[in-house]
């Protein structure tokens, strides 16, 4: 009984891998299995985005000195996951397995990502859900290309798809997903994975649809920066200075995250002990700067609106970013690119305190994408990632001030799996 099955099974896998007969466009098979890879990355985003938001509501239910016990404890739990289920690894894995591993991304130890990071992110962690659902719909890619026996860069090209899927979900915006799928991969050369830019944007599209349909996402900015009008040619140059401001907090981001990553590995201690204590220090600090828990998504809004003093948004930017790095190097899971957004936007408002001649919408836009292109090497999809998000429909000021952001950026990458091997 097993081996008919198995025989109609692979009877099925041929008539898939023949070409569509009598068919006189683009169009092709491999569309669907884009499409469907898109429908699951949706599915997945969308579960994983209601659990989330489920149990951050149920956890912020904690608030003043009780965030430090809760977010400690969150902290120790995420580690035994992590330390019992399986390490799920982090950014630098995933870059590493796509370009070193034949394309190939493990789903064996997603749910401790999924489990770790729910808690990470939910309890108030400064990362976000993007790199989680990056990993688990990548993942998926992976084991969908190895249903229908792919292999090579096909094999490769699905894994970025789900990637493209589930970072184009969280963000809403399918063609800055695509884009950041692939730049994100090489710190040089942006199209080196070219190939899959199609099947890139196939996955996104569907993915976005189902993940609008079950959270009943609506069109338009998360971040109402729409406010800006265009003064001369001027505002061009204000965009680089911004840009070079942001460069500048984007190398002192990296640097406070290699001190913690030196603190943190001075001597051997079980994962566990490490999110215990980063949840700890995130905790007490959250105490102070309620504004610096969680990864930023409606904190941003709060800050646009807060009309904070120039003192207290210092504090803000300075505690913030010692909040990613903490969170980043003892063990939490999640990603850091909304965070530094966020970063960027409180920069921008210290600039606003500073001259308040200058153009508040685009010295926030500017400086976002400026710290995010010299971390992440990411220019092009960050360009357009912060147009969707802010609703700033200027793309050449953002441009300059990312295409500033990447040149300016460290010889080593921060995600230093993104060089070539020796």
């Given at each position: 009984?097993?081996?008919?099955?198995?025989?109609?099974?692979?009877?099925?896998?041929?008539?898939?891998?023949?070409?569509?007969?009598?068919?006189?466009?683009?169009?092709?098979?491999?569309?669907?299995?884009?499409?469907?890879?898109?429908?699951?990355?949706?599915?997945?985003?969308?579960?994983?985005?209601?659990?989330?938001?489920?149990?951050?509501?149920?956890?912020?239910?904690?608030?003043?000195?009780?965030?430090?016990?809760?977010?400690?404890?969150?902290?120790?739990?995420?580690?035994?996951?992590?330390?019992?289920?399986?390490?799920?690894?982090?950014?630098?894995?995933?870059?590493?397995?796509?370009?070193?591993?034949?394309?190939?991304?493990?789903?064996?130890n997603n749910p401790s990502m999924i489990l770790s990071s729910l808690l990470c992110v939910a309890s108030?962690?400064?990362?976000?859900?993007?790199?989680?659902?990056?990993?688990?719909?990548?993942?998926?890619?992976?084991?969908?290309?190895?249903?229908?026996?792919?292999?090579?860069?096909?094999?490769?090209?699905?894994?970025?798809?789900?990637?493209?899927?589930?970072?184009?979900?969280?963000?809403?915006?399918?063609?800055?997903?695509?884009?950041?799928?692939?730049?994100?991969?090489?710190?040089?050369?942006?199209?080196?994975?070219?190939?899959?830019?199609?099947?890139?944007?196939?996955?996104?599209?569907?993915?976005?649809?189902?993940?609008?349909?079950?959270?009943?996402?609506?069109?338009?900015?998360?971040?109402?920066?729409?406010?800006?009008?265009?003064?001369?040619?001027?505002?061009?140059?204000?965009?680089?200075?911004?840009?070079?401001?942001?460069?500048?907090?984007?190398?002192?981001?990296?640097?406070?995250?290699?001190?913690?990553?030196?603190?943190?590995?001075?001597?051997?201690?079980?994962?566990?002990?490490?999110?215990?204590?980063?949840?700890?220090?995130?905790?007490?600090?959250?105490?102070?700067?309620?504004?610096?828990?969680?990864?930023?998504?409606?904190?941003?809004?709060?800050?646009?609106?807060?009309?904070?003093?120039?003192?207290?948004?210092?504090?803000?930017?300075?505690?913030?970013?010692?909040?990613?790095?903490?969170?980043?190097?003892?063990?939490?899971?999640?990603?850091?690119?909304?965070?530094?957004?966020?970063?960027?936007?409180?920069?921008?408002?210290?600039?606003?305190?500073?001259?308040?001649?200058?153009?508040?919408?685009?010295?926030?836009?500017?400086?976002?994408?400026?710290?995010?292109?010299?971390?992440?090497?990411?220019?092009?999809?960050?360009?357009?990632?912060?147009?969707?998000?802010?609703?700033?429909?200027?793309?050449?000021?953002?441009?300059?001030?990312?295409?500033?952001?990447?040149?300016?950026?460290?010889?080593?990458?921060?995600?230093?799996?993104?060089?070539?091997?020796?």
């Amino acid at each position: 009984m097993k081996l008919k099955r198995r025989r109609k099974l692979v009877t099925y896998l041929n008539i898939l891998d023949q070409p569509v007969q009598f068919n006189p466009f683009v169009f092709s098979r491999t569309f669907l299995l884009w499409a469907l890879l898109g429908l699951i990355g949706g599915i997945i985003a969308g579960v994983y985005w209601i659990a989330l938001e489920f149990l951050t509501h149920q956890l912020a239910f904690f608030k003043g000195w009780e965030v430090i016990p809760v977010m400690a404890i969150s902290g120790f739990l995420a580690g035994l996951i992590i330390q019992f289920i399986g390490d799920p690894g982090e950014i630098h894995l995933i870059v590493d397995n796509i370009r070193f591993n034949k394309g190939k991304l493990d789903p064996k130890n997603n749910p401790s990502m999924i489990l770790s990071s729910l808690l990470c992110v939910a309890s108030g962690g400064s990362l976000g859900p993007e790199a989680p659902l990056v990993q688990v719909t990548g993942s998926t890619g992976t084991w969908l290309g190895k249903i229908f026996r792919l292999k090579g860069d096909e094999l490769r090209s699905l894994s970025i798809a789900g990637m493209a899927s589930g970072f184009t979900a969280l963000f809403g915006a399918p063609l800055g997903g695509s884009l950041f799928s692939l730049e994100i991969l090489h710190h040089k050369h942006a199209v080196e994975y070219y190939k899959a830019i199609i099947p890139a944007f196939v996955a996104s599209s569907f993915s976005y649809i189902v993940f609008a349909l079950i959270i009943h996402l609506g069109l338009g900015p998360i971040w109402d920066l729409s406010s800006y009008e265009y003064s001369g040619l001027f505002d061009f140059g204000y965009a680089v200075l911004f840009a070079f401001m942001g460069a500048a907090i984007g190398w002192g981001f990296i640097f406070c995250t290699k001190f913690f990553k030196t603190i943190f590995e001075k001597r051997p201690m079980p994962i566990y002990i490490k999110t215990l204590i980063g949840g700890l220090v995130l905790g007490i600090i959250a105490y102070y700067f309620p504004l610096t828990r969680y990864f930023g998504h409606h904190e941003i809004n709060e800050l646009l609106t807060g009309n904070l003093s120039l003192s207290e948004l210092v504090s803000i930017l300075v505690l913030k970013i010692i909040a990613i790095a903490i969170t980043v190097t003892s063990g939490w899971r999640g990603g850091f690119i909304i965070p530094l957004f966020f970063v960027g936007a409180t920069l921008g408002l210290i600039l606003n305190h500073i001259f308040p001649s200058i153009n508040l919408s685009l010295a926030i836009v500017c400086c976002m994408a400026a710290i995010n292109a010299c971390v992440t090497r990411t220019p092009m999809s960050t360009t357009i990632l912060l147009a969707t998000l802010t609703g700033f429909g200027h793309f050449i000021p953002i441009l300059f001030a990312s295409l500033t952001g990447y040149f300016l950026a460290p010889r080593i990458p921060f995600i230093k799996s993104q060089m070539d091997k020796e």
